[in-house]
C-alpha cells in the first residue's frame, strides 16, 4: 500500500483541485519485540500485533470518507479511556478499537473472533460501546481482511 499511496499522492491536486491530506502508510521503527516490551497488553490483540510489528500507523484521509488506522501507543492508551474496550447490544464482544473513518465510524477487531467490526451511531457508557443492529457492521473475518479491503479502497481511489 506504500507504493499505491504514493501513486495516489501524485499530481493529486491538479485532479482534484485542492491540495492533500497526510496520506501515506508509516512503517514501525521499533517492531517485534519492542512492541511487546513496550505494550505487554498487545500480546492479547491476535493480528495487530504482527501488523505493528511492521507498520506504525496508516492515514488516507483522501481515500473514500477517509481511513485511520492509529498507531499502537494510541491503542493501547485509549483503551478504557476514550477508545472501547466491549462492545454490548445487537453484538456483545471483547474488542481493541484500532482506528476509524473519516465518517465518524470506528474499527474494532474482535479479541475472541478475530473480525473487524466498523462502529457508528453508537455510544460510550464506560468502556462499552453500546450498538444496535444498524450500528455495527462486520467489515472482515480478520485484520488481514480489513487489510486488503482497505487496499481495494485505495486502488479504487487511484483508478
Not at 483503551?79 to 474494532?108: C, H, M, N, Y
Not at 453508537?122 to 481482511?145: K, P, Q, T
Request: net charge negative.
Amino acid at each position: 500500500m506504500g507504493d499505491l499511496s504514493s501513486k495516489f499522492m501524485r499530481d493529486f491536486e491538479e485532479r482534484n483541485g485542492y491540495e492533500p491530506g497526510e496520506n501515506c502508510v508509516v512503517e514501525a521503527t521499533v517492531g517485534g519485540p519492542g512492541v511487546l516490551q513496550r505494550h505487554p497488553a498487545v500480546r492479547d490483540y491476535g493480528d495487530l500485533l504482527d501488523f505493528y510489528a511492521r507498520i506504525e500507523k496508516v492515514t488516507f484521509p483522501d481515500v473514500g470518507n477517509g481511513f485511520f488506522v492509529d498507531s499502537v501507543d494510541d491503542v493501547v492508551e485509549g483503551r478504557g479511556d476514550w477508545q472501547p474496550t466491549e462492545v454490548k447490544g445487537a453484538v456483545i464482544d471483547s474488542v481493541a478499537a484500532f482506528g476509524s473513518d473519516g465518517g465518524g465510524g470506528l474499527f474494532a477487531v474482535s479479541l475472541t473472533s478475530g473480525k473487524v467490526y466498523r462502529l457508528s451511531g453508537g455510544s460510550m457508557a464506560g468502556v462499552a460501546y453500546e450498538v444496535g443492529e444498524s450500528n455495527v457492521e462486520v467489515i472482515a473475518d480478520d485484520l488481514w481482511g480489513f487489510l486488503q479491503y482497505l487496499h481495494g479502497e485505495l486502488l479504487r481511489a487511484v483508478r
